[in-house]
């Protein structure tokens, strides 16, 4: 059995050839640890940093994470190696971090001036990662840079490392008695001058603009320091309503609860500039959640300013949703559509029982909306003793009452609501056969299975999209065959809906097919392929997924890479190491092209245990 610690590969370093090093040792991931620490052990910098070089040239990832294990007066040289790469900045700011090294802060520095924005956005939120004394200070002077997008990330990297944790675990320092970690914590807190960083957050939440003062607000929520809590209380009078905002949700954030008495004096104040100032306020009352907080939302569910009532509903449904039954019910009798569709949303959320008797009630309502919605929650609350009313209403002309109350009785289940679901197959109007198609594959799906195969080629565009997704939910293989004849089909949105229900069913036959649809100029349809692909994980479709990592879009560049992570083959890595050479690929966007397909080959990498397929000059 192979050893495979650092001391061995130690003793025999100095005797092996380059080739050796590489193919033997370098490319295989059972020794990438070992590696790591052996570097450490080395003595000989000349040594180190051909183990390095040698290691970039197999795989860069790997060359840089060995590059931060040198020791440390090497580092500065071993970093210098990924410096000195031909590479687009994105990647390079990849393997910077790959090592793992403060000592590669000042490298990333060089990025910040990038005319890139996201190159220096990444440079900087890099930076944050490292979580250390050099990368706070960094940072700080970062925060005073003229250029507000480079303010706004620095700003937003402090937030993340100076956390509440931090401050928790100075503050327990200096209360304790051993004078002598005292005098470390207030040294600690003199260097990281947190309250510098604080106030310049504040400050920022008075500045004028947009992104500099929603950046601020962010951090300063993250951070929930106890000590921003006067400042706070007085920029509730501040002048400006959006400064006060950002105080009220800042509030209601650190769920302080003292301030529930100011917080309700806003929302009773009444005019503002922003209502957003009042309806901040309701929100920090719920996420403050004490009894007097509680109390005044219940009470503001009937203010008669609609969008307070609103957002008391809204907000009280999260935390007491009994408390908004009665309203969202009435409102399921609101004459405009956008309203009752959410109350209907928000009951369904609810979900309880005690609502039945109030909803059947509805049912006899002579408004076919209202009618409509209150079946469909019936039926999402499976209340079967509704059935025979239920079906009574199917022979109501409104269409859209119809398709609710058959999407009801597909969630009861039951043998009387299957039967009447058969029926409405051939019911006339294609909505109501939809919702019938959808309902017998949750029920019943091997006895649907014939009539959904016939409604692919209904001369309905939407029926044949419902019975293929039907078909491809129930993975039917019987439905083979007509679901490859719908990738042919004239509306893209077929052949979406066939393409993804021959991948849920993992059908090899219809790869060629699939195949084809890369030349497909609808987007959807390529996005749709590739991810069955991916399932069905046929080696035939790498080329052309690998022609799609090179696509404009980054949605389908990124279900590219999932499909090419999925299928895991050797042929993929082969690939993607080809299109690694093409110097116009690599370069595209700073990078970004380049890590989709590194980020492929990382996974491939990991399953197969090697970073290239070994040369047979080696061997």
């Known amino acids: 059995m192979e050893d495979y610690t650092p001391q061995r590969l130690l003793e025999k370093l100095p005797h092996l050839s380059d080739d050796e090093l590489q193919w033997d040792y370098l490319n295989d991931l059972q020794w990438k640890e070992s590696l790591r620490l052996m570097m ?60 793992q090294s403060e000592a590669v802060i000042s490298s990333l520095m060089k990025f910040i001036e990038h005319k890139n924005e996201q190159v220096a956005a990444s440079a900087i939120y890099s930076i944050g990662k490292i979580e250390s004394d050099a990368a706070i200070y960094q940072l700080r002077s970062l925060v ?72 601020a607000e962010f951090t300063l929520g993250k951070i929930k320091s106890e000590t921003i809590i006067p400042k706070l209380i007085e920029l509730l009078e501040h002048e400006s309503d959006r400064v006060r905002s950002s105080a009220v949700s800042l509030l209601g954030e650190m769920q302080w609860e003292s301030a529930v008495p100011r917080l309700i004096e806003i929302i009773e104040q009444g005019e503002y500039e922003y209502q957003d100032v009042r309806e901040d306020a309701i929100i920090a009352l719920g996420k403050i959640k004490s009894e007097a907080a509680i109390s005044k939302l219940i009470e503001l569910r009937e203010d008669e300013d609609s969008d307070i009532s609103f957002r008391a509903i809204y907000v009280l449904r999260k935390i007491k949703p009994e408390a908004v039954i009665p309203q969202f019910i009435k409102l399921l009798k609101h004459e405009d559509m956008d309203v009752h569709d959410h109350a209907i949303s928000i009951l369904e959320e609810i979900q309880t ?28 609350l499976k209340a079967e003793k509704t059935i025979p009313q239920l079906i009574k209403l199917l022979e109501h002309q409104d269409s859209y009452l119809r398709e609710s109350v058959t999407e009801a009785l597909g969630n009861m289940k039951s043998e009387e609501a299957t039967a009447i679901l058969m029926s409405l197959l051939e019911d006339e109007n294609k909505w109501v056969r939809e919702k019938a198609a959808e309902a017998l594959v949750e029920i019943h799906p091997e006895t649907a299975i014939p009539v ?31 679901l490859i004849k719908l990738l042919k089909d004239e509306y893209f949105e077929v052949r979406v809906k066939a393409a993804e229900a021959l991948g849920e069913i993992k059908s090899e036959a219809a790869v060629p097919q699939l195949v084809k649809l890369f030349k497909d100029k609808f987007e959807p349809v390529l996005y749709s392929t590739a991810e069955a692909l991916g399932k069905i994980k046929s080696e035939k479709a790498i080329p052309g997924l690998i022609k799609l990592l090179q696509h404009n879009d980054m949605f389908i560049r990124g279900i590219a890479a999932e499909a090419l992570t999925e299928i895991k083959s050797e042929k993929t890595m082969i690939h993607l190491i080809k299109i690694l050479q093409n110097k116009k690929f690599i370069q595209k966007q700073n ?9 492929v080959l990382c996974v491939i990498q990991q399953h197969l245990g090697y970073y290239k397929p070994v040369p047979i000059s080696v061997k």
């Open 40 to 99: 450490g052990l080395l003595d000989d910098k000349d040594l180190a940093l051909r183990v390095v070089n040698l290691a970039l040239q197999v795989d860069w990832h790997n060359g840089a994470y060995l590059a931060g294990a040198v020791k440390e007066e090497w580092l500065e040289e071993s970093i210098s190696l990924i410096d000195n790469l031909e590479i687009p900045a994105l990647l390079k700011i990849r393997l910077l971090m790959k090592t």
């Open 144 to 215: 005073e840079h003229e250029d507000s997008f480079v303010c706004s990330c620095a700003t937003s990297a402090l937030g993340n490392i100076e956390s509440q944790t931090t401050v928790s675990k100075l503050r327990k320092l200096l209360e304790s008695e051993d004078d002598s970690n005292g005098t470390t914590a207030a040294s600690t807190v003199e260097n990281l001058k947190f309250e510098q960083v604080i106030s310049k957050l504040i400050g920022f939440l008075e500045s004028e603009g947009y992104q500099l003062p929603e950046c």
């Open 591 to 599: 990078g970004e092209y380049l890590l989709d397909a590194l980020d």
């Open 452 to 482: 959904l195969i016939q409604l692919l080629e209904d001369d309905s565009i939407l029926m044949r999209e419902t019975a293929a997704e039907a078909l491809g939910k129930i993975k039917s293989e019987q439905a083979i065959p007509g």
């Open 353 to 380: 029982e005690a609502t039945i008797p109030q909803l059947t009630r509805l049912l006899k309502q002579k408004n076919s909306q209202v009618c409509a919605g209150a079946a469909k929650l019936l039926g999402k």
